[in-house]
């Protein structure tokens, strides 16, 4: 019972990081099945496979787009999303859910350590 009490208030932790603010010019949104979660002293990842779908939010709606995400996406150990990027990525990870990210597509706005090739900053994440 705990374990689906904590993957309840996990998801609804999730939804509301993604609900929190709106998608802007820049913002990807993706869905992909979770490798990996990582910890690094100045970073917390979620590793992915290549995405099932994506949207781009440039035109102010979501335009469908070939998956061409990342295959990680990552926020700095010190962000107040870093405990909730683990947990929701775990949760995926164990339960073999989906994750819905939402990314920064820029690569000059990556945390410390995300290799621009294949790293971008999470902007929200969603298990389902």
Do not use: W
């Not at 019972?1 to 609900?19: E, F, Q, Y």
């Not at 469908?64 to 990342?70: D, E, F, S």
């Not at 775990?90 to 350590?113: E, I, R, W």
Request: aromatic share 4%; net charge negative; proline share 4%.
């Amino acid at each position: 019972m705990k374990t689906i009490a904590l993957g309840l208030s996990v998801l609804c932790a999730g939804v509301a990081l993604l609900t929190s603010e709106p998608a802007h010019a820049g913002q990807v949104f993706a869905s992909c099945s979770v490798v990996d979660v990582a910890t690094f002293s100045n970073r917390v990842h979620i590793h992915c496979t290549k995405p099932v779908s994506g949207c781009d939010f440039q035109s102010g709606g979501c335009a469908q787009q070939q998956p061409t995400a990342p295959t990680y996406v990552a926020v700095e150990s010190t962000s107040v999303m870093a405990a909730t990027v683990v947990q929701v990525g775990l949760f995926a990870l164990t339960s073999k859910h989906l994750v819905d990210v939402l990314y920064d597509d820029n690569a000059g706005a990556n945390p410390a350590g995300c290799n621009q090739n294949d790293c971008r900053r999470l902007v929200g994440v969603v298990a389902h």
